[in-house]
């Protein structure tokens, strides 16, 4: 069994910052990329910033310059730093890995729960 989980957001004036991490535990055998998504109201999910095993990232052209995706391969995390926030920021943020369980050559996506952000005008 997986599980991914994401702590961090909240609410925070516009041009603040705030920090989003994300866990994966259980029975892993790798993980290829992990990335963080999000889904503001009324919206579909959008992806935000990804990033590989090997460390190449990826990012929305909304949040480039300002967002900035890191992972640890040895704890199985992933963050995403956000500087310079705006209000079009406010959404909820998924945390996203794609996970080989072990004993098994299926690679899934699993996603965490979500965490809201809200950005104040």
């Known amino acids: 069994q997986v599980q991914v989980v994401e702590s961090g957001g909240g609410l925070v004036q516009a041009g603040g910052s705030l920090t989003l991490s994300c866990a994966a535990s259980?029975?892993?055998?790798?993980?290829?990329?992990m990335g963080w998504y999000r889904q503001a109201r009324g919206k579909q999910r959008e992806l935000v910033a990804v990033?590989?095993?090997?460390?190449?990232?990826n990012y929305a052209d909304s949040v480039k310059g300002r967002f900035t995706i890191s992972r640890d391969n040895a704890k199985n995390t992933v963050t995403l730093q956000m500087h310079s926030l705006k209000p079009e920021d406010t959404a909820v943020y998924y945390c996203?890995?794609?996970?080989?369980?072990?004993?098994?050559?299926?690679?899934?996506?699993?996603w965490g729960q979500g965490t809201q952000v809200t950005v104040s005008s």
């Open positions: 996203n890995a794609r996970i080989r369980q072990v004993h098994t050559f299926i690679i899934s996506d699993y």
């Open positions: 259980g029975s892993i055998s790798s993980i290829n990329d």
């Open positions: 990033i590989t095993s090997g460390g190449e990232t």
